[in-house]
């Protein structure tokens, strides 16, 4: 079953690059227009399962930095398919907004139907998915990769559980589970401004990558 869910979790994250960007609309933050069943609202400190005895508990404050953030994301996930030496591509498109105590990620996909709303407070945290999507696409799994790819270390190994550790050198972050010292994900991030360029997240437990392109959008005239 984990295998289905992360299949499933990779194939809803992408997008196929920044010339998509330039003929997509960029999603739109404010509140869903359409119903969207919620899936998840809940107050904070949430766990989400990275693995069986291996549990992410996401921060209480979303993000603490008084510096806000806007930006723009394609993606670009590959996978291998369960018993098989096929792999899959997805496509999706993000946009990302953080100020101190908040944080708000819309997702689309490249047919430009909002497919998951995620508004996290340091009172509740409330994941929305579009009822066309797959019931085992896991928002709350792609959340914590996203909080490990882009939060500060300090935060990211806080949200860690014990039996697992992270190393950052310049540009690269390594997380291991220390109960056997594997390697569980490799990423790359931007040195200059990380909201600015390319990340690379591996997963070598479950053996899926994602690429992320960031754009920081340009401030209201």
């Not at 079953?1 to 920044?18: D, N, P």
């Not at 709303?117 to 799994?141: E, H």
């Not at 806080?158 to 390594?174: C, F, H, K, Q, Y």
């Not at 997380?175 to 490799?186: C, K, V, W």
Request: charged share 25%; with cysteine.
């Amino acid at each position: 079953m984990r295998s289905v869910v992360v299949k499933t979790l990779v194939a809803g994250m992408l997008a196929t690059g920044l010339s998509a960007c330039e003929t997509m609309n960029m999603p739109d933050l404010s509140m869903p227009d359409f119903s969207l069943p919620d899936v998840f609202t809940s107050a904070p400190a949430q766990t989400v399962m990275l693995d069986e005895g291996y549990e992410f508990t996401l921060p209480e404050q979303p993000w603490t930095n008084d510096d806000a953030i806007d930006v723009t994301q394609q993606v670009t996930a590959n996978w291998q398919t369960a018993n098989s030496s096929e792999t899959g591509t997805g496509t999706f498109q993000a946009r990302l907004s953080l100020e101190r105590d908040h944080a708000r990620i819309v997702m689309i996909d490249d047919l430009g139907r909002r497919a998951i709303d995620i508004d996290w407070t340091p009172d509740a945290l409330s994941v929305q998915t579009a009822d066309w999507l797959p019931a085992t696409l896991d928002a709350k799994r792609m959340l914590a990769d996203i909080v490990m790819v882009y939060w500060p270390l300090d935060i990211v190994r806080d949200a860690l559980p014990g039996n697992m550790s992270i190393r950052e050198t310049m540009g690269e972050r390594m997380l291991r589970m220390d109960n056997s010292g594997r390697a569980y994900a490799r990423i790359e991030r931007p040195i200059r401004d990380v909201w600015q360029g390319v990340a690379k997240l591996r997963n070598e437990r479950f053996g899926y990558a994602i690429t992320i392109q960031s754009k920081r959008t340009e401030p209201s005239s």
